[in-house]
């Protein structure tokens, strides 16, 4: 089993930045995949950003320039790094990490970006 907790969420203006952090706990050495979601009221859960073990990312093309997405395995925590916030970045953003074929998510942080 594996639980993540987050933190950083918060309230900014737009132009401002955030860094949301993530710590993996329980059966955290069979982690390869953490990632970011974000979902706004009325909306589905879209992908943020993912990063795996060697350090590859991959971004969603809304945040793709403004994100940033990295990882210390040392201390099991993935963080993402928003810069250039925008009204429509507020969501409640949820951490995931993927253990084989098991998804796990973290209970999520709101973000809001006012204008």
């Known amino acids: 089993q594996v639980q993540l907790v987050e933190s950083g969420g918060g309230l900014v203006q737009a132009g401002g930045s955030l860094r949301l952090s993530c710590a993996a706990s329980g059966s955290t050495f069979s982690i390869n995949v953490m990632g970011w979601y974000r979902q706004a009221p009325g909306n589905e859960r879209e992908f943020v950003a993912v990063?795996?073990?060697?350090?590859?990312?991959n971004y969603a093309g809304s945040v793709k320039g403004r994100f940033t997405i990295s990882r210390d395995n040392g201390k099991n925590t993935v963080y993402l790094q928003m810069n250039s916030l925008k009204p429509e970045d507020t969501a409640i953003y949820y951490c995931t990490a993927a253990v084989s074929y098991t998804n796990y998510w973290g209970q999520g942080t709101q973000v809001t970006v006012s204008s």
């Open positions: 990063i795996n073990s060697a350090g590859t990312t």
